[in-house]
Nanobody, 120 residues
Framework: QVQLVESGGGLVEPGGSLRLSCAAS????????MGWYRQAPGKQRELVAT???????DYNDSVKGRFTISRDNAKNTVSLQMNSLKPEDTAVYYC??????????????WGQGTQVTVSS
C-alpha cells in the first residue's frame, strides 16, 4: 500500500508559478514511477509528467519547457514546478505512484488531487 498526499495548489495569475508536492508513505521502496496527471472540467484525465526510478522523464507536449518534475528519494516526495502558467493549465492535479508487485503486475495509487486555477 502507498499513500499519497498532494499540496501546493492554488490560484495564480497567468504567467505565474506554482510548485506542487506529493508525499508518499507506505511501501515506497517498490514505487517504480511517480507522476502528475490533471483533469479539467468536462475533460478526461491526462498525463502531465512522469519520472521513473531510473530518472527518465516524460512530459505532455503542452507543458514541455514550462513544467519540471523532480523526485527526492530520501524524502519520498515528487514535485512539479510549474512556470509560465496559462489559463488552460487550470485543472485538478493528481499525483500517481506505480508499484511493481511482480515483473508483469503493477498497481497504481492516486492522491486526492489539488486544484490549480490560473486566472487574472
Amino acid at each position: 500500500q502507498v499513500q499519497l498526499v498532494e499540496s501546493g495548489g492554488g490560484l495564480v495569475e497567468p504567467g505565474g508559478s506554482l510548485r506542487l508536492s506529493c508525499a508518499a508513505s507506505g511501501s515506497t521502496f517498490r514505487v517504480s514511477v511517480m507522476g502528475w496527471y490533471r483533469q479539467a472540467p468536462g475533460k478526461q484525465r491526462e498525463l502531465v509528467a512522469t519520472l521513473t526510478s531510473g530518472g527518465s522523464t516524460d512530459y505532455n507536449d503542452s507543458v514541455k519547457g514550462r513544467f519540471t518534475i523532480s523526485r527526492d528519494n530520501a524524502k519520498n516526495t515528487v514535485s512539479l514546478q510549474m512556470n509560465s502558467l496559462k489559463p488552460e493549465d487550470t485543472a485538478v492535479y493528481y499525483c500517481k505512484a506505480v508499484v511493481d508487485v511482480t515483473v508483469v503486475y503493477s498497481i497504481s495509487y492516486w492522491g486526492q488531487g489539488t486544484q490549480v486555477t490560473v486566472s487574472s
